[in-house]
């Protein structure tokens, strides 16, 4: 089981940014594909961004351009870059780890979770 820990939310205008970032246990984090998740207040969980070991990137839709998923696997980091945030942006965002090479988008797919971090984007 790998343990995952967020950080970097907060409140921000719109049009700002915010870089999040996980934390991985694992002495083999090169070998997870890592994603990113958000959930607002009475919707479901949907799938952010999600990166290989070897760096392959795969985005939402709504944030493609916007958004950027970047990984350090000396460090057994995973970073997620927010740029130009809209109030739809706002969430609890989850870092989430799955074994293998293959980008998933689905949230079945990665048995370990991060506990979240609040990202609140003002109007």
């Known amino acids: 089981q790998v343990q995952l820990v967020e950080s970097g939310g907060g409140l921000v205008q719109a049009g700002g940014s915010l870089r999040l970032s996980c934390s991985a246990s694992?002495?083999?984090?090169?070998?997870?594909?890592m994603a990113w998740f958000r959930q607002a207040p009475g919707k479901q969980r949907e799938f952010v961004a999600a990166?290989?070991?070897?760096?392959?990137?795969n985005y939402a839709d709504s944030v493609k351009g916007r958004f950027s998923i970047s990984r350090d696997n000396a460090k057994n980091m995973v970073y997620l870059q927010m740029n130009n945030l809209k109030p739809e942006d706002t969430a609890v965002y989850y870092c989430?780890?799955?074994?293998?090479?293959?980008?998933?988008?689905?949230?079945?797919?990665?048995?370990?979770w991060g506990q979240g971090t609040q990202v609140t984007v003002s109007s």
């Open positions: 990166i290989s070991g070897g760096g392959v990137s």
């Open positions: 694992t002495l083999t984090f090169s070998t997870y594909t």
């Open positions: 989430a780890a799955a074994s293998g090479w293959d980008i998933r988008r689905t949230k079945d797919e990665y048995k370990d």
